[in-house]
């Protein structure tokens, strides 16, 4: 990624952007000509032209806050924020770490909620933003041994849906996506035998692809999405339909 970033459009701020699905993003909203800071803990695997890099661990408020500083000094003040960074720690919850259930909501919940929370106030003072968190299926469907992801999951919905109420004034909006299995380098430690379990409840048979989330995220970013707010929208073929 370059430190540099061009174009005039609207200015972004991507988390978990080294690799997945967040780099995706970070990616397709460079190539629609966003100014893209994208975040992580460590450097992003490829450079991506239009994207710049900076580092953030979104467990840490003081990490969180010099990044968006950094960001601010690079593209100007934040218009969309899209919150990507996370974990998973599975296991059935009777013999689950202390650390495994702290560590996951930590960065999967509080994360998002403390990027939001540091990069609002930007949005809400000229009156037009996009915040999207990144969930999951899981918030809605559970899932045998993510008690603690389900927690964090579910907890980004309800996060949403009062931030909505809070910003829906100042002409900004805030939607979580809820991706099913989708393949990346997090879809890869599903065992074989949950993969098989996923894809038998999964209507379209098949894991996503990354650029399925990405065009849901691009939509809900633009400006054609200025009334949908406070939704949890799944990407997910399917799987969880209805709840
Ligand atoms: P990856 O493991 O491929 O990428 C996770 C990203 O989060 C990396 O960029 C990682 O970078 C970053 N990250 C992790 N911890 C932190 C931290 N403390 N601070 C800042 N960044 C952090 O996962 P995916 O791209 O697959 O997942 C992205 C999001 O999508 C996650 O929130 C996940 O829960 C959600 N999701 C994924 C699904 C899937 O099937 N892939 C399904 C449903 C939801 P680094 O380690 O350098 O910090």
Known sequence: MTEESAGPARSAFVTGASRGLGAAIAKDLAAQGYRVVGTARNPAED????????ACDVTDPESIRSAVARARDLVGTIDIVVTSAGIMH???LVSLPQEAVDDVI??????SVNVARETLGDMMMNQWGRLVF???????????????YGASKGGLVGAARS??????????TVNVVLPGLIDTGMAANVSAKRHKELMAGTPMRRPGRPEEVTS????LVSEGAGYITGASIP???????GL
């Open 90 to 92: 599975d296991g059935p």
């Open 216 to 219: 849901l995220v691009s939509y």
């Open 47 to 54: 450079v991506v032209d239009g994207v710049s890099f900076v």
């Open 163 to 172: 931030l909505a109420w809070e910003l829906g004034r100042f002409g900004v």
């Open 235 to 241: 990407v997910s073929g399917g799987a969880g339909m």
């Open 106 to 111: 930590t960065t999967n919940l509080l994360g």
């Open 134 to 148: 990144v969930g999951s299926v899981v918030a809605m469907w559970g899932s045998p041994g993510q008690v603690n």
